[in-house]
């Protein structure tokens, strides 16, 4: 009976809490639906108000201003910033040649006006600099000037005093070397120059332009050789030239070597062989060693003489070398050293083995401690240039190379290399 009484109890809670939400659900919509009404109402007559505020014809005189009025961008100037609005700033800057005036930043303020005055951008005068020296006065170009130089003054900057004397880079006394000013006037005042290459000398008064001498002013600077051989002054310039069978270069100042051997330039006769040189060439026709004994040579190409074939029993002969062969180098003077200049090597003929040993050595000549010859490998020697040479000379020099198998003597070669040096060092 207790339990029976328990559940009528709570069924009768439940009852009355769905019947209390269902009255406070009724409730909210009607509160919704009041509220959503008075939002229409209140848009309604927000939007009659905005109307009529609109029409009247001072109505916004007395607020606020939020935003500034919009900045230009200076005549030769660029602007910086596209708010207008109150707080922002706006950056001015200049093209090239002109300087600001006026502030870089402008900020637009609380009353709607914008802080500073207007920036503008103004030419810069080159004469703001002061660039005309002892006492000359400067006259505005456009985007040049002139300088007015006081008397015994003269140059584009009133630099240099003017000379009773003339300079040593100043060719004198020849009309060929001379030129009038070009002559204007510059705000009633006559400004005179001279063309590339003279400068001005003289009063002003009485003015002319004379050559400058580009050869002797590149020494005198000592800024090192204008021209690899020698420098020609001519009116108002200068040209580099070459000595005789050498040419002058796409450059304008370095020498090349006339090859009269390639070129066919030559005169050497049949037999003989062209051998070019620096500034020139020789005719050349070496001859083998003059026969002696048993010991005989043939000529087997223009520049190689071979051994003709020993007796068995002749010692001598199998001594004596076996190739004699003739090199000819050309050289600049000065060649700087050491320089390697020739190398000789050994080649085993096909299916033959080749020496295992080979000893190198200057045996002739006349170069008097010049050279040393030294092994680069194990089947090469090299002739060294050890001091400098200076030309014209012609020196001579005989190398030999051994071979050795199993510590035995098989072969001996010698190479004669002619050294021409030339007189000059290109």
Not at 164 to 183: G, H, I, K, L, Q
Not at 184 to 204: E, I, L, N, W
Not at 270 to 279: A, E, F, L
Not at 284 to 302: A, D, F, Q
Request: glycine share 8%; hydrophobic share 30%; net charge neutral.
């Amino acid at each position: 009976m207790a339990s029976t009484n328990m559940f009528l109890q709570n069924c009768m809670d439940k009852h009355q809490l769905v019947g209390v939400l269902r009255q406070m659900e009724k409730f909210l919509k009607g509160q919704e639906m009041r509220f959503t009404e008075g939002l229409r109402i209140m848009k309604s007559k927000l939007a009659t108000l905005q109307n009529s505020v609109s029409k009247l014809p001072q109505a916004d005189q007395s607020a606020a201003p939020s935003v500034c009025p919009s900045l230009e961008a200076p005549v030769h100037g660029r602007k910086f910033g596209s708010n207008y609005f109150i707080g922002h700033e706006v950056h001015f800057t200049c093209s090239h040649g002109y300087h600001l005036v006026g502030p870089e930043t402008r900020v637009c303020q609380e009353n709607g006006s914008w802080s500073g005055v207007n920036t503008i951008c103004k030419d810069v005068s080159v004469c703001s600099s002061n660039p005309c020296q002892n006492g000359g006065t400067c006259v505005e170009g456009v985007n040049q000037y002139r300088c007015t130089c006081s008397q015994s003054w003269n140059g584009s900057n009133c630099q240099h005093q003017t000379q009773t004397a003339p300079p040593e880079w100043s060719v004198m006394n020849d009309p060929a070397f001379s030129r009038r000013p070009r002559c204007a006037k510059v705000d009633r005042a006559q400004h005179c120059s001279c063309d590339a290459g003279f400068h001005m000398s003289g009063t002003s008064d009485n003015s002319i332009c004379q050559d400058v001498n580009e050869c002797e002013v590149y020494r005198l600077d000592q800024g090192g050789k204008l021209c690899v051989y020698e420098c020609v002054n001519i009116p108002g310039s200068y040209h580099c030239s070459c000595p005789s069978h050498y040419k002058l270069l796409p450059d304008g100042r370095s020498c090349e070597d006339v090859d009269e051997c390639l070129t066919q330039q030559h005169n050497c006769s049949r037999g003989t062989t062209c051998i070019n040189t620096g500034g020139g060439f020789q005719c050349v026709s070496p001859e083998c060693p003059r026969s002696h004994g048993n010991i005989s040579y043939v000529k087997t190409s223009p520049f190689q003489c071979e051994r003709n074939p020993c007796p068995v029993e002749s010692r001598s002969c199998h001594l004596a070398p076996k190739t004699v062969s003739f090199h000819y180098l050309s050289l600049p003077s000065n060649l700087q050293t050491p320089a390697t200049l020739f190398r000789m090597a050994t080649a085993a003929a096909p299916g033959r083995p080749g020496p295992d040993s080979l000893r190198f050595g200057i045996v002739g000549g006349n170069s008097r401690g010049m050279f040393v010859m030294q092994r680069s490998d194990r089947q090469t020697g090299e002739l060294i240039l050890v001091q400098r040479l200076r030309g014209p000379q012609d020196i001579s020099v005989d190398v030999d190379m051994s071979e050795y198998s199993d510590r035995t003597f098989q072969a001996k070669h010698v190479a004669k290399v002619h050294i021409l040096v030339s007189a000059y060092n290109f």
